[in-house]
């Protein structure tokens, strides 16, 4: 038998000496408060509602740094690898990580891991050769003038026999709508149409299920949970089957028979859509991508597609209709365009949806959508693996095998970043002197909503007409005004959606034709 006293001994020194090692462990944290073995997870926890803002206050604590670091798990070893993380907003690091030192940040191991049951080698999901083969075949779709008049035909269908039959329905019934579901039905009947040459119909009157949406967004949010906590724990309800996990299993069952008939219907009748120029291609091998991979490069297209714009629009709604100036300047703005493209009689204003070469002259709609992604961008953070170890411009070390976060929500909200109004809502920040011409800031690393470096989005300017056009379609012919008692909270989720939506009534507007001008009442 051992004896007491060695045993009480050996455990009062390996306690020490724990102790002795997360003393020097937490002094060289600048973050949330961290705690034995557990590190920042309690904080993390009591948080997880209110994740981003969060990070924010976190990160404007530190002043002018506008960087900390925290671990996860304080154990060592483990401490300074999986479980470090180094969160900042600062412009120069989030240029260091996405252009100077890109092939030191990729997505890495665990985010690959995580997000592979749903995204398997997609774009979004992959690193090295395997992410470069798609993005040059992508690049070259995406530059191409038949993409874009594609998306336009599908924006402009979908606004004129859907979104319009269904905002007039309600606005004559003064019934509130949930405008984010709306535009969340929009943007995915758009993107499915861009990507599959398929239509699903969710924005129709009767606002059906759609089992391919609604498995999308359970699968999307089951992913996120593998992020936020340890990998251990997301692996074991994997093998027993249960939760998040559980649900992630049926949604991406569901997820694959739509998209297995969607590639066979696109074999037998290729099409102009994105998935049938996909089949056309090879990959690094020189062979044509396998059906497994196409699946996932389309999901891929469509997580991108539907998901950022519909939810920047519904933060674009909520702040235009809370600021009456704003508002008026974009109708008249609209108003302006539409009297030289179509003349002075509002009724063929509103006959169909701008076309994208009236929607490019929208300067200042253009701005108010720039600075809506500024205070509230569709994916608000975002997260990198350190291969090596490296030191930030700042003068932040990174080991590696750590993971560096750039909070994209955070940046927008930093005085040191944006000014001392960097809270308010103020397009014209966006605007030259003359305001006359969209001007983004001289260092592109203080807007990073569309990403930025080799991973730019290719789809920023398809995505900003998209928005601009479905904004006037709405804001032309309707007052917005929020339903009393409807709270706007954000979700915690992979993109930044309304918690409970924007439920909101639709006031038809009255649109007049001054005399050798644009006017409104």
């Not at 008049?149 to 599908?154: C, E, L």
């Not at 996990?245 to 290729?270: C, G, H, I, Q």
Request: with cysteine; glycine share 6%; charged share 25%.
């Amino acid at each position: 038998m051992e004896n007491p006293l060695f045993l009480f001994a050996t455990a009062t020194a390996v306690t020490s000496a724990y102790l002795f090692w997360f003393f020097l462990l937490a002094r060289t944290l600048t973050g949330p408060k961290v705690w034995p073995i557990v590190g920042s997870l309690p904080s993390l926890f009591v948080n997880r509602r209110r994740f981003h803002d969060w990070v924010a206050e976190n990160l404007h604590s530190t002043g002018t740094a506008a960087t900390y670091q925290t671990s996860t798990i304080c154990i060592p070893f483990l401490a300074r690898r999986l479980g470090f993380y180094t969160v900042t907003c600062h412009p120069k690091n989030i240029e260091h990580v996405l252009r100077t030192r890109f092939d030191n940040y990729p997505k890495g191991p665990t985010w690959q891991t995580a997000f592979h049951d749903l995204l398997g080698q997609g774009i979004f999901n992959s690193d090295g050769d395997t992410w470069l083969i798609q993005r040059k075949t992508a690049a070259l779709e995406f530059t191409t003038r038949t993409l874009r008049q594609a998306m336009a035909r599908w924006v402009s269908r979908t606004i004129k026999t859907r979104l319009w039959r269904i905002l007039e329905k309600a606005s004559f019934e003064n019934t509130p709508v949930d405008l984010q579901d709306l535009l969340l039905r929009l943007t995915f009947d758009n993107i499915c149409g861009l990507t599959f040459g398929k239509d699903p119909e969710t924005l129709s009157p009767d606002l059906p299920e759609n089992p391919f949406a609604t498995a999308f967004d359970s699968a999307t949010e089951a992913t996120l949970q593998r992020l936020l906590y340890p990998g251990f724990l997301w692996r074991l309800k994997k093998i027993f089957g249960f939760g998040a996990e559980f649900r992630l299993k049926k949604s991406l069952n569901v997820m694959e028979n739509y998209m297995s008939d969607a590639l066979e219907t696109r074999k037998e009748t290729p099409s102009d859509d994105l998935l049938s120029r996909f089949m056309k291609k090879r990959d690094v091998n020189g062979d044509y991508f396998p059906s497994s991979v196409l699946k996932r490069i389309a999901l891929n297209f469509v997580l991108a597609g539907r998901d950022t714009s519909s939810v920047a629009m519904s933060w674009f709604f909520w702040l235009v209709m809370n600021d009456k100036r704003v508002e008026e300047k974009i109708i008249t703005e609209i108003k302006t365009v539409l009297t030289q493209t179509r003349g002075k009689d509002p009724r063929a204003w509103v006959e169909d949806p701008l076309v994208f070469d009236e929607a490019d002259k929208l300067t200042y709609l253009k701005a108010a959508l720039a600075e809506t992604l500024r205070l509230y961008p569709s994916v608000p953070e975002d997260f990198k693996y350190v291969i090596s170890d490296d030191v930030l411009p700042d003068g932040t070390h990174v080991p590696a095998g750590s993971t560096v976060t750039y909070s994209i929500y955070s940046v927008g909200r930093m005085e040191t970043i944006w000014g001392e109004d960097c809270l308010e809502f103020k397009p014209e920040r966006w605007l030259s002197a003359e305001g006359d011409r969209f001007e983004p800031p001289v260092d592109g690393y203080k807007f990073v909503a569309f990403n930025a470096g080799p991973r730019t989005c290719l789809g920023k300017d398809l995505a900003y007409l998209q928005m601009k056009s479905v904004a006037s379609a709405v804001l032309l012919k309707y007052r917005l005004v929020p339903v009393p008692g409807h709270l706007v909270e954000q979700k915690m989720s992979l993109t930044l959606f309304m918690k409970y939506g924007l439920r909101v009534y639709l006031q038809a507007r009255e649109l007049v034709a001054a005399p050798g001008s644009a006017s409104l009442e």
